[in-house]
């Protein structure tokens, strides 16, 4: 991979991901950690945990965590089909409180949060993320970006990424305004960037990545570009607790 910058200091890292082996000589002792929360995600998960399997086989995965954020579904079933550790968030529902927890039942020093929707999940979301920090020990989170359709139509999705967080962020953090996926699902984060700075629901990508920001700044952010991302998109409705989320999750960290 290579760095491209994506504007006032954030690294922007495209090219070929890495290989399993590539990360496992790599990582020496340290370790990595999955975590995953999903809700009603059966239709999604199975392709999702066979693969954090696989890469827990191959070592470079030393946990993998799914927690089950109330569904009503198979989720829960079908992880431990797979042999994948899976508790129910007790203080759900939520996806940052599901993320806090996931946090808590590991030890590993990097954490790779993924999402459980995503159609065409393979290794890159785990190797092209956790590169970064391996090389790199001034990085404190990576995010994915990535290109998102809507119903086939290339670049239309994230919807509240381009209507809301974006502006957010070009309005209240310029730095961050080169961000392209400020919501993105999947990032790799060091455990001490963590710390006391989670939000409860949607607003959890926000606030991680604003948290990092004010914290260690622009230095310790970059985006790693993980092609395409196919995933289920919400009807328009149903994005409007997301973009509250998010909306508090910006004001509350703004001088406003």
């Known amino acids: 991979m290579t760095i491209v910058d994506a504007g006032r200091g954030v690294k922007r890292f495209a090219g070929t991901p890495p290989t399993a082996a590539d990360v496992v000589a790599l990582k020496g002792r340290r370790t990595i950690a999955a975590c995953i929360p999903a809700r009603d995600e059966a239709g999604t998960i199975d392709q999702v945990v066979a693969t954090c399997a696989r890469l827990a086989d191959v070592g470079v995965l030393d946990e993998v965590v799914v927690v089950d954020d109330h569904s009503v579904d198979a989720t829960a079933e079908r992880c431990r089909r797979a042999g994948i550790a899976v508790v129910t968030n007790p203080a759900g529902p939520g996806k940052g409180q599901a993320l806090r927890c996931a946090t808590s039942l590991t030890t590993a020093e990097i954490l790779v949060f993924l999402d459980a929707d995503v159609v065409n999940f ?93 914290r260690f700044g622009c230095a310790a952010i970059a985006e790693v570009d993980l092609g395409d991302r196919v995933h289920r998109n919400r009807p328009l409705l149903e994005l409007r607790a997301h973009a509250d989320d998010v909306l508090d999750a910006v004001l509350s960290r703004a001088c406003v």
Do not use: H, N
């Open 122 to 214: 393979s290794e890159r979301f785990v190797t092209g993320l956790v590169r970064p920090l391996l090389d790199d020990p001034g990085l404190q989170l990576v995010k994915a970006a990535y290109r998102r359709s809507l119903d086939g139509r290339p670049d239309e999705g994230g919807r509240v990424t381009e209507l809301l967080a974006r502006p957010l962020l070009a309005r209240f953090f310029p730095d961050l305004a080169g961000v392209s996926q400020p919501l993105a699902g999947e990032c790799a984060v060091r455990r001490q960037a963590v710390a006391d700075v989670f939000a409860d629901r949607y607003g959890i990508e926000m606030a991680l990545l604003i948290d990092v920001f004010q």
